[in-house]
T-cell receptor
Framework: NAGVTQTPKFRVLKTGQSMTLLCAQDMNHEYMYWYRQDPGMGLRLIHYSVGEGTTAKGEVPDGYNVSRLKKQNFLLGLESAAPSQTSVYFC????????????????FGPGTRLTVL | QQQVKQSPQSLIVQKGGISIINCAYENTAFDYFPWYQQFPGKGPALLIAIRPDVSEKKEGRFTISFNKSAKQFSLHIMDSQPGDSATYFCAASMEYGNKLVFGAGTILRVKS
């Protein structure tokens, strides 16, 4: 079991460029999340998904789009990168507990360090 | 404005000592309070979590104390070890684990 994997590990973009971050999980989890981590601000939720084909906005969604076409994958897109999007991006997944409606531990990937010049 | 306020920002503790990290929240709808541990270059990992129907939860050397009336909760690490040196995040959720709101983090260093 690889758990949660993220591709790429590092990336440098120029302002205005676009890119897609890929998250994959092999634990058959229903829920998936994208966070950004900035110094002194903890982790902030960008978007999340409660199942294949569904997505929803989190705390800081502006400038990002997501898609979950397959249950095991969650993609984060930056259409026109800005220096304010320089950050470390983490993907996470969590299972749907028996009884429905609730989830539990979030399992995080190793992160992608993105720099926008 | 952070919904979950965490303190201190950094903490240095001697080996064998007690590490204490505090968090406060305003939203009384939060019903799940986990702590995550993060080592450099890694993603966060769940350490311990509590729901507001109990005032304390202990797992090995790690204890969460929860004060519902004060809207505060804290992490105590007993007999702190150099291997505990990491960044610790408190978090809260209204949907039992979904949509976590994180504190700013505490960098813990345990000196040997």
């Amino acid at each position: 079991n690889a758990g949660v994997t993220q591709t790429p590990k590092f990336r440098v973009l120029k302002t205005g460029q676009s890119m897609t971050l890929l998250c994959a999980q092999d634990m058959n989890h229903e829920y998936m999340y994208w966070y950004r981590q900035d110094p002194g601000m903890g982790l902030r939720l960008i978007h999340y998904s409660v199942g294949e084909g569904t997505t929803a906005k989190g705390e800081v969604p502006d400038g990002y789009n997501v898609s979950r076409l397959k249950k095991q994958n969650f993609l984060l897109g930056l259409e026109s990168a800005a220096p304010s999007q320089t950050s470390v991006y983490f993907c996470a997944s969590s299972p749907l507990l028996a009884g429905g409606g609730f989830t539990d531990t979030q399992y995080f990937g190793p992160g992608t360090r993105l720099t926008v010049l | 404005q952070q919904q979950v306020k965490q303190s201190p920002q950094s903490l240095i503790v001697q080996k064998g000592g007690i590490s204490i990290i505090n968090c406060a929240y305003e939203n009384t709808a939060f019903d799940y309070f986990p702590w995550y541990q993060q080592f450099p270059g890694k993603g966060p990992a769940l350490l311990i979590a509590i729901r507001p129907d109990v005032s304390e939860k202990k797992e090995g050397r790690f204890t969460i104390s929860f004060n519902k009336s004060a809207k505060q909760f804290s992490l105590h690490i007993m007999d702190s070890q150099p291997g505990d040196s990491a960044t610790y995040f408190c978090a809260a959720s209204m949907e039992y684990g979904n949509k976590l709101v994180f504190g700013a983090g505490t960098i813990l260093r345990v000196k040997s």
